[in-house]
């Protein structure tokens, strides 16, 4: 198979790029990412000098460039997106383009040379927050921050190209995903990262609210498995099946890296906070997928990447992360949580 991997440099995206090339000898991958702030081609570097894999710098809005690529590779894996929500409340503009903009010109370029086989990466957060039982793949739609609305918002046209052309797209849907290689401004990488630097751990409202946490390897596992295994039309929940709210993330850090739980603060509640996201994901495994990480295994293997790979995420932590950080934070932090 010749797969186009979109936003093949960031967390996810890059590791589906490690596990492909080394599981499947005979495929090859073009990786076009436009290296936004969480692009990093250091995800990439044990994968540079196979001669079966390419990486491209541009932009998946870009319909000429993606024409070119899409003429030569057989499917399209599209993780390519703005993915922070904190960032998408700030700033939803960008969310609009590449989450729901982008995915149409991907999708109209696969189709437009025959592509059997498109897979757009979607996440659990379209569903909207779920306080009781699991989202099964038929629910509906009910996205409620600007990222999940933009996610949800390339899931439709998605559907309208399948309802219209029978577009062959399978959609997954994944939990939250944690493990090496992820920027630090999500709950995990930013609690290990800060906790490492003895500066505070900040905790949303009353900590909580419930994600189920997914490690990366069996997140990409999960979106193979649909590639290969999956049937055209259809929607794939990918969930660990976990339910940890944010005080035992904090505490969990903390406790790995022999750290005080005075770290712990308090701060003002994210806008519209999602309380719980959790997945029924009988359907994937059906096709034989299984989480194979338990969120204990899968956080302590994190933690000690973490703290062996500083010159990793060091650089990550400075200039441009700052000022979000300030802006995102700082009000955070004068206005507690009551
Ligand atoms: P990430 O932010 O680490 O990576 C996104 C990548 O896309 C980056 O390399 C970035 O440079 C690239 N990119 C952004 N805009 C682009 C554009 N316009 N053109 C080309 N490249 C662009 O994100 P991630 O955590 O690896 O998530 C990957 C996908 O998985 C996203 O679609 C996200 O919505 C989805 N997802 C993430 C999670 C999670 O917990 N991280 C959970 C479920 C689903
Ligand atoms: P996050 O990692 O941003 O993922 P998402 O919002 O996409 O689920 O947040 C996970 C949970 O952690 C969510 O309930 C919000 C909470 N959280 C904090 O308490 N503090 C933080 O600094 C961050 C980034 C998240």
């Known amino acids: 198979m010749r797969l186009l991997v979109t936003g093949g440099a960031g967390f996810i995206g890059s590791e589906f790029v490690?596990?492909?090339?080394?599981d499947y000898p005979?495929?090859?991958v073009v990786v076009l990412d436009k290296l936004t702030y969480a692009g990093n081609e250091r995800n990439l570097d044990s994968v540079r000098t196979d001669p079966r894999f390419r990486f491209v710098r541009g932009d998946i809005c870009d319909a000429a460039m993606v024409g070119e690529l899409a003429a030569d590779v057989d499917v399209i894996v599209n993780f390519a997106a703005e993915s922070h929500v904190d960032r998408s409340l700030e700033a939803p503009g960008q969310f609009i383009l590449t989450d729901v903009f982008g995915?149409?010109?991907l999708m109209d370029a696969a189709r437009a040379h025959g592509h059997q086989r498109f897979v757009q990466v979607s996440t659990d957060e379209v569903y909207g927050e779920v306080n009781h039982g699991l989202s099964v793949e038929g629910d509906p739609l009910q996205p409620r921050s600007p990222y999940s609305a933009s996610k949800?918002?390339?899931e439709l046209q998605i559907q309208a190209y399948r309802t219209s052309y029978a577009f062959p797209a399978i959609v997954t849907r994944g939990s939250n995903t944690y493990g090496p290689f992820q920027y630090p401004e999500k709950i995990i990488p930013l609690f290990i990262t800060n906790?490492?630097?003895d500066r505070p751990l900040p905790i949303y409202g009353d900590g909580g609210?419930?994600?189920d946490y997914l490690f990366v390897e069996d997140h990409a596992r999960g979106i193979d498995c649909a590639l290969r295994k999956g049937a055209a039309g259809m929607d794939y929940n990918i969930g660990a099946g976990g339910e940890t709210d944010g005080i035992t993330v904090a505490d969990t850090v903390l406790r790995l890296l022999g750290k005080p739980s005075s770290l712990k603060q308090f701060v003002r509640d994210r806008l519209g906070h999602d309380r719980r996201y959790a997945l029924d994901s009988t359907r994937l495994s059906g096709l034989g997928w299984r989480p194979t990480v338990s969120?204990?295994?899968g956080i302590a293997h994190t933690v000690a990447w973490f703290v062996e790979h500083e010159e990793w995420w060091r650089p990550l932590k400075s200039g441009e992360f700052w000022e979000f950080?300030?802006?995102n934070y700082k009000p955070a932090v004068e206005t507690p949580a009551p």
């Open 18 to 22: 490690r596990m492909t090339l080394r």
């Open 26 to 28: 005979g495929d090859s």
């Open 103 to 105: 995915t149409f010109v």
């Open 152 to 154: 949800a918002g390339g």
């Open 195 to 197: 906790a490492i630097d």
């Open 209 to 211: 609210a419930v994600r």
């Open 295 to 297: 969120f204990e295994a």
């Open 325 to 327: 950080y300030q802006r």
